[in-house]
């Protein structure tokens, strides 16, 4: 897919990213990745094993947080590093080839600036190189499947959608991080749903006039359109 390969810029190694943040200071506490090798094609042809940092925070992660994620306070001062180790570990796993990032929603790079800002990070070269490269998926995704509201889909949702596995336990960073690279690959592969689902957003857009959409219908409905069909849709939405 063009939109894909645009945003790739010829870059064959992506890491599919999940920070999970705290609730009051909206710090990173816990990152899941997962690094892979694409083909000529753009899809994915090798997944390495996946990593799970925790990182401790000062602040306290915050009674919704702990409970969405079980994530503790004492257990990050227990098995936690701190966000500088954390990004020196993802170096590692990352290595040296370019890659870019994938993530679900913008508030990955969010929770990333918050933690650069307050760890005095905000030129790390790493650090830097993961804003940079950090391609937000669900915008790439929503102009082809969207919601019955027309809203964005949660990345639950949209796996559903293409009928894939979801990792279970929610929220965990790794299993988050797996469940984009699994909606990654639906997304290239299941090209009958893709387009199903295009069809239904392109009709359903509140941004479309009304001829264009009458046409498009009856165009579904295998009836042939003509010019004279689209003049008279437009005075029909004049009257």
Known sequence: MKEIQKALNQIKKVVFIDFEGSQFS??????????CTLDN????KEASKPL???????EPIGPFIEQLTGISDDFLNNNGISFKDAM???????GKEKVKYFSYGNFDIHLLHNSMIKNEMKTDEFVLSICQNLIDFSKIFSKYVKSENNTVLS????????QTNIESDLHDPVNDAINLMHLYNAFLTKKNILKNEYIRV?????????PYRKMIKKLQSEQKVTYKDFLSYVEEDLK
């Open 88 to 94: 020196k570990r993802l170096q590692d796993y990352v």
């Open 202 to 210: 392109i009709t359903k857009s509140p941004s479309l006039p009304n």
């Open 155 to 162: 990345l639950i949702a949209a796996l559903k959608v293409f």
């Open 41 to 44: 094609k753009n899809f994915i």
């Open 52 to 58: 799970k940092i925790y990182i401790k925070i000062d």
């Open 26 to 35: 909206q710090e990173i506490i816990a990152i899941g990745a997962i690094k």
